[in-house]
């Protein structure tokens, strides 16, 4: 996501950042929520660099929401130099005390290995916890790792399970993944029909490929009747979402149904 940082920070976040320069030396639970409240109404205001000085303030007094920003700060290079290996200490800091989506970053991160240990076992362990907590994008990330053998025996019928349950907990990913897998027969048996379904109910998630490929069922009238109002709605979508090859399919459709009137 890029961001746009502000140069005229507000006073009052000026005096919050410094009267948390003046207090750093003695970590404080209390203090740690002023300045991470102070750093979420800035970043409400798009203040962004401010923001980062009062999420960094709170996070270096144990705060594990503002750890986890810190973390998200840095492995997206938001105003910092993307670093991979500051990321995964923030995200440590914040999983170790609970927080469910650094739990799942952790998992992430372990499992790519770049500019920090690459470890399998600790991926598959961390998202292992975060899922546990209900995380719903936890959930389908294990449903990955069981799909692929990540840190574990690959499991078909478990990245099945998990995909349904990520998947009704609308994520989107989990649904797209669980119609290939229905589609395919893998883990499951195979039900084109089902497959349409699970795809569209991406698609009508978010998911920019499901939208394309929304709208070929359809057009094709694969696992479902054929229907090209519907796959018009889909490739207008598609073609919205920056899908070059959905553009021709609506000039063809609205082609074909304007000679038909």
Same mark, same amino acid.
């Given at each position: ?45 798009? $203040? ?104 574990? $025996? ?58 394309? $490929? ?7 009238? $694969? ?39």
């Amino acid at each position: 996501m890029e961001l746009m940082v502000s140069v005229r920070p507000s006073e009052p976040h000026i005096h919050v950042l410094a009267y948390a320069r003046d207090n750093m030396a003695t970590p404080n639970p209390k203090t740690a929520e002023i300045y991470y409240q102070a750093g979420l109404n800035a970043f409400n205001e798009k $203040d962004y660099k401010n923001a980062f000085a009062l999420f960094l303030s709170a996070a270096e007094n144990g705060h594990a929401d503002a750890q986890f920003r810190i973390g998200v700060f840095f492995y997206n290079g938001i105003l910092v130099k993307r670093n991979n290996r500051e990321a995964l200490k923030w995200f440590l800091k914040s999983a170790k005390q609970g927080h469910v989506a650094a739990m799942s970053e952790l998992g992430i991160m372990y499992a790519e290995g770049k500019e920090t240990q690459h470890s399998p076992r600790k991926a598959y362990e961390w998202m292992v916890k975060s899922a546990e907590c209900g995380h719903p994008q936890a959930i389908y990330n294990l449903g990955t790792f069981y799909e692929r053998g990540i840190g574990v $025996d690959r499991d078909l019928v478990k990245a099945v399970r998990l995909y349904e349950e990520a998947a009704d907990l609308k994520v989107p990913e989990a649904a797209y993944n669980l119609a290939h897998l229905c589609y395919a027969g893998l883990g499951t048996r195979k039900d084109p029909a089902r497959a349409a379904r699970l795809c569209r109910k991406a698609a009508d998630l978010g998911h920019r490929q499901a939208t394309y $490929d929304t709208a070929a069922i359809y057009y094709n009238g $694969d696992g479902v009747e054929k229907d090209n109002e519907v796959a018009l709605k889909y490739f207008k979508l598609a073609a919205e979402m920056g899908i070059p090859q959905a553009k021709g399919y609506v000039e063809k459709l609205e082609a074909a149904m304007a000679s038909a009137e």
